[in-house]
């Protein structure tokens, strides 16, 4: 069976979709009416909240309820669904860590490479700002609660959403696109979106289509589970700045202006299919257009309505 079929292996109903999605977005799109109504400078509101706080309790607070959502997923599908997690996760027997660690390194290495190039190339720009014992508390917070964020992400929209809708409307392409363009627009309250423009939806949404991609190529999370990891936890220990979602005790602070050109365009449109060329090399993917495009069937040996 595929990745989207391990979803027959549960108790579905097109109903069981519905509730935590409804809960989630919903809370969401209160937060961007929010944002809207009482134009909340989130940029100032961040600045007086780690004055206050520090960057570390801050942290802590913006990270946790995304533990407490995982948590509630991951019972939701065990539960209410009666899907092993593990079918969640992956179609394998079991889930494989080499290929979550694989990605991760992989995209740890880039990134961190990147930013210290940037830091050779315009040392006017990000300055060091090592504290001993504040980046300490930075490695021991953002090494439990990032990938915790992370993961419930992926579960929810690359995992749980991916499935359920695949499942539902017999569509790969349609699973894909649904998940890619919400996962962006999950973003839109962010920061940075007051700061660049709507133009970083295409960084968004085009890290939702790629992380999209290699699920249904690889057919299971453990590869998105690793980059999205590598991406939050190696920038929130590296390199923050003024402008973003996560202002950490990272080693540098980068006090230059974003620019679409690095920020956005080299990720998706270079770094992302350079990627997808090492797992595909590495994981022997084939038959990109069944994969991606094709149609979901139930299994015939699983027998539970839907």
């Not at 509630?72 to 079918?87: E, N």
């Not at 499935?163 to 392409?173: D, H, L």
Request: charged fraction near 15%; hydrophobic fraction near 50%; include cysteine.
């Amino acid at each position: 069976m595929n990745f989207i079929q391990q979803a027959y292996k549960g108790k579905l109903g097109f109903w069981k979709y519905l509730v935590i999605p409804t809960l989630f977005f919903g809370m969401m799109i209160l937060n961007y009416i929010a944002i809207e109504i009482f134009k909340i400078d989130q940029n100032e509101l961040m600045r007086r909240e780690i004055l206050k706080k520090g960057e570390n309790l801050v942290l802590i607070e913006s990270l946790f309820p995304f533990v407490i959502l995982l948590i509630c997923l991951l019972l939701w599908v065990k539960f209410v669904h009666k899907q092993p997690i593990t079918s969640l996760t992956t179609s394998r027997k079991n889930i494989d860590w080499n290929r979550f660690w694989f990605s991760f390194s992989i995209w740890g290495g880039i990134t961190t490479l990147f930013v210290f190039v940037s830091y050779f190339l315009t040392p006017d720009k990000m300055i060091w700002n090592f504290q001993f014992n504040n980046f300490l508390g930075l490695v021991l917070i953002g090494c439990v609660l990032v990938p915790l964020q992370t993961s419930f992400e992926e579960y929810f929209f690359r995992g749980y959403l991916l499935q359920g809708i695949g499942a539902k409307f017999k569509s790969k392409f349609l699973a894909l696109l649904l998940t890619s363009t919400t996962f962006g627009l999950l973003h839109i309250a962010n920061p940075e979106v007051q700061k660049l423009g709507m133009v970083i939806m295409v960084y968004y949404i085009g890290t939702g289509l790629f992380l999209g991609i290699i699920t249904l190529m690889d057919e299971g999370l453990e590869l998105a589970l690793g980059f999205h990891a590598a991406n939050n936890l190696v920038t929130a220990l590296l390199v923050t700045s003024n402008w973003t979602a996560f202002q950490t005790n990272s080693l540098f602070k980068d006090f230059s202006e974003p620019n679409p050109l690095r920020d956005i365009f080299i990720p998706v449109l270079l770094f992302f299919p350079f990627l997808l060329l090492i797992f595909s090399k590495k994981y022997g993917w084939k038959n990109w257009k069944e994969k991606l495009l094709g149609t979901v069937e139930k299994p015939l040996e699983l027998q539970e309505e839907y």
